[in-house]
């Protein structure tokens, strides 16, 4: 006796039927507002005619750098070091390799969320002998309630939509069949950022006096959010 064959599941209908017709439609939001934290990088560098005198330099200079930013306290939220290197520069004439002399150099990543002291911060730090200062890149913290916002801004934005519709066709909605980020297998960050400032350094001598601080203009932030939704509907009539 064969017994019967299992019944597979038949797939979703990707559509509406006449007695459950659905509507689908994409929700979108677009929030744009002030940064929460900068970022900037500070690149030490140091020569010398042999090893140890450009790493003596390069550790007394880092070490300055490294205290400056400290001492602005709790407006620094993130000090990392990123990279380091001694590298020999050999001379280019004659027949043997000579080496002439030594470059070294400390990379610097800091991270704060007072814009008022990462004016006075950048302009410090361009100030002192062989550094560099780049940034800053602005931005919104991973976790920042915004983008949570932007996400339910943009699931409200097609609940509205899919109504707007229904109104249109004299019915209502029924219940909501799914509900999916825009290109969920694939997606890209909500945050969408751009523009930062052109690198300064300064080659030279600890000045003198100094210089005034720096007037940074904090940039836009740009959140987007999208989803696909779809819904049933109670039949019209038509």
């Known amino acids: 006796m064969t017994s019967p064959a299992s019944e597979e599941p038949r797939p979703a209908v990707p559509y509406g039927t006449p007695d459950a017709p659905r509507i689908a439609v994409r929700g979108e939001a677009h929030l744009e507002i002030d940064p929460e934290i900068a970022r900037i990088g500070i690149t030490v560098s140091a020569r010398g005619?042999?090893?140890?005198?450009?790493?003596?330099?390069?550790?007394?200079?880092?070490?300055?750098?490294?205290?400056?930013?400290?001492?602005?306290?709790?407006?620094?939220?993130?000090?990392?070091?990123?990279?380091?290197?001694?590298?020999?520069?050999?001379?280019?004439r004659g027949r043997g390799e000579r080496v002439r002399?030594?470059?070294?150099?400390?990379?610097?990543?800091?991270?704060?969320?007072?814009?008022?002291a990462l004016g006075e911060l950048t302009t410090r730090l361009a100030d002192l002998e062989l550094t560099r200062v780049d940034g800053p890149w602005w931005a919104l913290r991973p976790d920042s309630p915004v983008h949570r916002d932007a996400r339910q801004q943009a699931v409200r934005e097609a609940v509205q939509r899919a109504?707007?519709?229904?109104?249109?066709?004299?019915?209502?909605?029924?219940?909501?069949?799914?509900?999916?980020d825009t290109g969920a297998e694939?997606?890209?960050?909500?945050?969408?950022?751009?523009?930062?400032?052109?690198?300064?350094?300064?080659?030279g001598t600890e000045a003198e006096d100094t210089a005034a601080p720096l007037d940074l203009e904090p940039q836009k932030q740009h959140v987007y959010a999208q989803v696909n939704a779809r819904f049933t509907m109670t039949p019209p009539r038509l």
Request: aromatic share 8%; net charge negative.
């Open 49 to 92: 005619k042999d090893r140890r005198s450009a790493l003596d330099d390069l550790t007394r200079r880092n070490a300055a750098v490294l205290d400056l930013v400290k001492s602005y306290g709790s407006s620094v939220e993130r000090l990392e070091t990123g990279h380091f290197s001694i590298t020999p520069e050999l001379t280019q």
């Open 101 to 116: 002399s030594y470059h070294g150099q400390v990379h610097v990543t800091a991270e704060l969320s007072d814009f008022t």
């Open 163 to 180: 109504r707007e519709y229904a109104e249109a066709l004299g019915t209502t909605l029924a219940a909501l069949v799914e509900l999916a």
């Open 186 to 203: 694939n997606a890209e960050p909500y945050q969408r950022t751009a523009g930062r400032m052109r690198p300064m350094a300064a080659y």
